[in-house]
């Protein structure tokens, strides 16, 4: 696996154990908050896509989404989840590509609606954290 150079603005994302997964954080983090009017406008014209919930840490903020007509996983933080539930891998979401800046040549999911929940039990955003 190729480390990302210190350009390419991305962080390797561990998985708990510590191995290397082929996972990249954005960085900075782009958030629905600190997100710019354009940039939200601009993805609004690109289409919506369906994947699957790969990872989602709700602690951490973040997961990824295994995109349904590419093997390359995309990045989605936790202000772009719509709806009452956290996602659990497995979930079949739709959202829609944000080009992240400052080149604009990777994207992350924005938008992100679960349309299709696994059997496994889901909390609501508003349920205390297991510890």
């Known amino acids: 696996m190729e480390t990302p150079t210190k350009s390419e603005s991305f962080h390797n994302f561990s998985s708990p154990e510590g ?3 082929v996972h990249h954080i954005p960085s900075p983090i782009i958030t629905r908050r600190t997100r710019t009017d354009s940039t939200s406008a601009r993805a609004f014209l690109n289409p919506q896509e369906t994947g699957i919930v790969q990872s989602f840490s709700r602690s951490k903020g973040h997961g990824f989404i295994k ?3 590419s093997d390359e ?5 936790i202000s772009d989840i719509e709806g009452e539930y956290v996602p659990l891998p497995g979930d079949k979401v739709k959202y829609r590509l944000c080009p992240i800046p400052p080149k604009f040549e990777k994207c992350q999911a924005v938008h992100v609606e679960i349309i299709n929940f696994t059997p496994e039990v889901h909390l609501r955003w508003d349920s205390p954290v297991e510890c």
């Open 19 to 21: 191995s290397p997964m």
């Open 67 to 69: 995109r349904s007509n």
């Open 73 to 77: 996983p995309i990045f989605v933080h």
